[in-house]
């Protein structure tokens, strides 16, 4: 019987603990993506600050502006961006069990979780245009498109660091030793979901 997406019980599970503890306290990926990611979620969180400032000034925007927007297509994202999340955490612990062919195969449903994130988001904006919700609108959704605008952006060159550790593992670059670089673009793909779930209730959510 195949089954080329199951993983070996309890003894890889083993093994892949064993490498993943052979540096007590290390962090996942190199410092040089956790300073970046510290300098995105700086960004990020200016957003949310200025969100919440905007929001005491104009709460009359605020409290209308979701009832506006698509909550479905707001959903259907957040859904995808949690199960692209899901297949990157599979991927790692399949090169930490020295798997690399399902690495890739789970880092492929990771890209393209991350392109119909893309492709919803795209829709998303035509709708709003569609329905007369433009940037100069009114202020939340001048604040709405900057972040939602700037988090698609991410999506993009996270989608596009996926595909570059797709070629990497195709390579034979990573194993169950040596997957730093891999750990890095994981590391920065949870960063960009993370900041999603927080974006999603502030702006489709909350009133």
Not at 17 to 35: H, L, S
Not at 62 to 75: D, Q, S, V
Not at 87 to 110: N, T, Y
Not at 155 to 162: N, P, Q, T
């Amino acid at each position: 019987m195949n089954s080329t997406l199951a993983i070996s019980p309890q003894g890889d599970f083993d093994q892949a603990q064993g490498n993943a503890e052979k540096k007590p306290g290390r962090i996942p990926g190199n410092m040089a993506i956790w300073v970046a990611i510290f300098s995105e979620m700086s960004e990020f969180a200016m957003m949310f600050i200025i969100y919440f400032i905007a929001k005491v000034h104009h709460p009359e925007a605020f409290a209308a502006g979701p009832e506006k927007l698509n909550t479905l297509a707001g959903t259907l994202n957040t859904l995808t961006l949690l199960s692209s999340s899901y297949f990157v955490a599979k991927a790692m612990r399949c090169i930490r069990l020295d798997r690399p062919d399902l690495s890739i195969r789970w880092m492929l449903f990771a890209v393209g979780t991350g392109c119909i994130y893309l492709i919803i988001k795209y829709w998303e904006f035509t709708w709003n245009a569609e329905q007369g919700y433009e940037v100069d609108t009114d202020l939340f959704f001048t604040v709405y498109y900057y972040m939602t605008f700037n988090h698609f952006l991410h999506v993009g060159w996270g989608s596009g660091a996926l595909l570059w550790g797709i070629y990497r593992l195709k390579q034979s670059a990573y194993d169950s030793r040596e997957h730093e670089g891999l750990e890095t673009i994981a590391s920065y793909w949870h960063m960009i979901d993370l900041a999603w779930i927080v974006i999603f209730p502030l702006l489709y959510v909350l009133h």
